[in-house]
């Protein structure tokens, strides 16, 4: 059981006017990691995250007041929200690489520097890719601390998505196999859940080495094609490897009425759910882990 | 049915992805400017023609070519699309132009060469939207007499002024405005610009703030507030609260709210609207329009928002700026 991210980005995926009336008590850091520690007290074990300076300086907190003990982390890269605010405001695709090469420069991280020269040099996307992992596994790890556990790396759903349009099966198999070889699960978020499992099926991904983030709900919200085929996609999984997303779809249901469709599903390993108020963590996760575990 | 994609920034990048996944769609060729961009495509998207010019495309027996290049380029590059041959179908981003005269000549030459063209106003495709447009030509909250809209972005919020964070150039009624000058005349029909203030915020002579009224042919008044320096709006956000003899309605991207006379009041999200689609990448709406046009193209019929349509939002946006002086 995780605690998501979004309320402490500000989002709501209800509606806008949502996270304005919530106000920005989720995104200070220190409420943020009281939120996750009043979670774990009550039967979270982990917190997925999009990885940004918000979310880590949430992570700093939870390692200096020993929040991180234990923690499993499931981080979703790139941030994808803040590269295309970046990319607006910093002269659109390439403005953006110019400014990411730079932090990265000045990471001082080695590895990645010299296999980010190399991409460059030789316009090969695979070594930017390994880049930026090992640029953002570092920044996690530094903020995070020792005692918390990195899970899982996850494509963010945009991407993710956008590879899959695109059918771009090299990139799956080379995010998959890089993971694995550092000794972190691959992850993908999707919103096209069905025809991921569809994919990776005929691309010969193995589908028990990685976990999959979706939305799963009773109302079928943000379930594509349909609630049935993510249901039956679900189904045909080899081992329970699909984090649920969105269960509550977006607060539109309480969590008592969407808590028994979850728990009836097969391969669920976890759900992300977040949280905004002390009382919402507290209610939220006594009621999952009575019902789910 | 042969797509290509002119601009492979994030808008291509979109519809690309969409395109790909639709059935009897492929998508065969990407036309994009910046160097480095075309080195990294070439080797990652494969049986994929990778260019850097727009003519390049001829010979290529394209079905239909999607221009998502910044908006300044769209007049020369459409009409290179038409000139050079390449010309058949096409799709452009909103707007359609840089200005009225630009977007009328791009109409002139759809007039003489013909085809299915579309412009890139998806929220005519958002559920909420939608289902407003339904009540309102229902006449659900009777006849419209008067509306607010706006259209908001955090994009620049918070800033020092004269930072060195570049704006758009078109400034933010065209770029962002323009959305809800589209809906508002897909709403209530033709309407003249009566006042109009810009300001700017970001730098000196950016567009980063714009209030105009405006007067529809029907007798509707609408006043309109556009900005990108509005704080709580993460993702671009559009609205309109209607007022009509019979009652309101509110509406914006995520929720539709009506409250009638007769005390009845009912409300929709997203949830409520079966907003499904085959495909999820950005929002559902990018979809839908892209599947749009697509029928559009195959069953040679006409689409809207089409050149024609969209022309007119350029047309206020020139009005806006000229009433601003």
């Known amino acids: 059981m995780l605690v998501g991210v979004n309320p402490f980005h500000g989002i709501s995926h209800l509606s806008q006017e949502r996270s304005r009336i919530r106000g920005n008590e989720p995104t200070n850091p220190e409420f943020a990691a009281r939120l996750i520690g009043l979670s774990v007290e009550n039967g979270a074990d982990g917190f997925m995250f999009s990885v940004s300076e918000q979310t880590l300086s949430i992570l700093d907190v939870l390692r200096k007041n020993g929040g991180n003990n234990g923690l499993c982390l499931y981080a979703i890269v790139p941030y994808a929200y803040e590269y295309v605010r970046l990319a607006s405001v910093a002269g659109g695709v390439p403005g953006l690489a110019k400014r990411l090469v730079r932090e990265i420069v000045f990471s001082g991280n080695l590895g990645a520097v010299a296999s980010g020269l190399n991409g460059i040099l030789r316009s090969d996307l695979a070594?930017?890719?390994?880049?930026?992992?090992?640029?953002?596994?570092?920044?996690?790890?530094?903020?995070?601390?020792?005692?918390?556990?990195?899970?899982?790396?996850?494509?963010?759903?945009?991407?993710?998505?956008?590879?899959?349009?695109?059918?771009?099966?090299?990139?799956?198999?080379?995010?998959?196999?890089?993971?694995?070889?550092?000794?972190?699960?691959?992850?993908?978020?999707?919103?096209?859940?069905?025809?991921?499992?569809?994919?990776?099926?005929e691309w010969k991904i193995s589908l028990e080495d990685v976990v999959i983030v979706a939305p799963f709900n009773k109302v079928g919200f943000q379930m594509v094609p349909s609630r049935e085929e993510c249901e039956k996609a679900l189904a045909s999984l080899p081992k329970p490897n699909v984090l649920a997303i969105s269960v509550l779809a977006a607060g539109y249901l309480r969590p008592e009425e969407s808590v028994d469709y979850i728990a009836g599903l097969p391969n669920i390993k976890g759900v992300a759910v977040g949280v905004s108020k002390e009382k919402h963590a507290v209610e939220t996760f006594k009621l999952l882990r009575e019902k789910l575990q | 049915?042969?797509?290509?994609?002119?601009?492979?920034?994030?808008?291509?990048?979109?519809?690309?992805?969409?395109?790909?996944?639709?059935?009897?769609?492929?998508?065969?060729?990407?036309?994009?400017?910046?160097?480095?961009?075309?080195r990294f495509l070439k080797k990652v998207v494969r049986d994929v023609c990778v260019v850097d010019c727009v003519e390049k495309l001829s010979g290529l027996d394209l079905d239909a070519v999607y221009v998502t290049t910044p908006i300044e380029s769209h007049f020369p590059v459409v009409k290179s699309l038409y000139e050079s041959g390449v010309r058949c179908n096409l799709f452009v981003e909103k707007t359609l132009a840089s200005n009225f005269g630009e977007a009328g000549r791009l109409c002139e030459m759809v007039r003489k060469l013909g085809g299915v063209n579309m412009v890139g106003y998806m929220r005519r495709f958002c559920v909420t939207f939608m289902k407003a447009k339904d009540l309102l030509d229902e006449g659900v909250v009777g006849k419209p007499v008067s509306f607010r809209a706006y259209a908001y972005s955090s994009d620049f919020f918070g800033l020092k002024r004269n930072s060195k964070v570049q704006t758009p150039k078109v400034g933010v009624v065209r770029d962002l405005?323009?959305?809800?000058?589209?809906?508002?005349?897909?709403?209530f029909g033709n309407f003249r610009v009566e006042d109009a203030r810009l300001e700017s915020v970001v730098n000196d002579g950016s567009v980063d703030s714009a209030y105009f009224r405006v007067k529809a042919s029907s007798g509707v008044v609408g006043e309109f507030n556009v900005s990108w320096c509005v704080d709580g709006y993460r993702m671009p956000e559009v609205g309109f609260f209607v007022e009509g003899s019979e009652g309101i309605l509110n509406v914006n991207d995520d929720e539709l709210a009506i409250s009638l006379k007769d005390g009845k009041e009912r409300k929709?999200?997203?949830?409520?609207?079966?907003?499904?689609?085959?495909?999820?990448?950005?929002?559902?709406?990018?979809?839908?329009?892209?599947?749009?046009?697509?029928?559009?193209?195959?069953g040679r019929k006409s689409v809207e928002p089409c050149f024609e349509t969209a022309t007119k939002v350029d047309r206020l946006i020139d009005e806006v700026l000229a009433r601003a002086g």
């Not at chain 1, 390994?130 to 996690?140: A, D, F, H, N, W």
């Not at chain 1, 494509?155 to 771009?168: N, Y």
Request: charged fraction near 25%.
């Open chain 1, 127 to 201: 070594s930017l890719v390994k880049t930026y992992l090992l640029y953002e596994v570092s920044r996690i790890r530094r903020s995070a601390g020792g005692k918390a556990k990195l899970e899982s790396v996850l494509l963010h759903q945009l991407l993710t998505d956008l590879c899959l349009g695109l059918d771009l099966e090299w990139i799956f198999k080379f995010y998959t196999e890089f993971l694995l070889r550092t000794g972190i699960v691959p992850g993908f978020n999707t919103g096209n859940f069905a025809l991921l499992v569809e994919k990776f099926r």
């Open chain 2, 1 to 38: 049915m042969k797509v290509a994609v002119v601009g492979f920034g994030k808008m291509g990048m979109l519809h690309a992805g969409i395109l790909n996944i639709l059935p009897s769609v492929k998508l065969v060729a990407v036309c994009e400017k910046t160097g480095l961009i075309r």
């Open chain 2, 177 to 187: 405005g323009c959305h809800a000058l589209d809906l508002a005349l897909w709403f």
């Open chain 2, 268 to 298: 929709w999200l997203r949830h409520d609207l079966g907003d499904r689609v085959g495909f999820l990448l950005g929002s559902p709406e990018y979809y839908r329009e892209d599947e749009r046009f697509i029928e559009a193209v195959l």
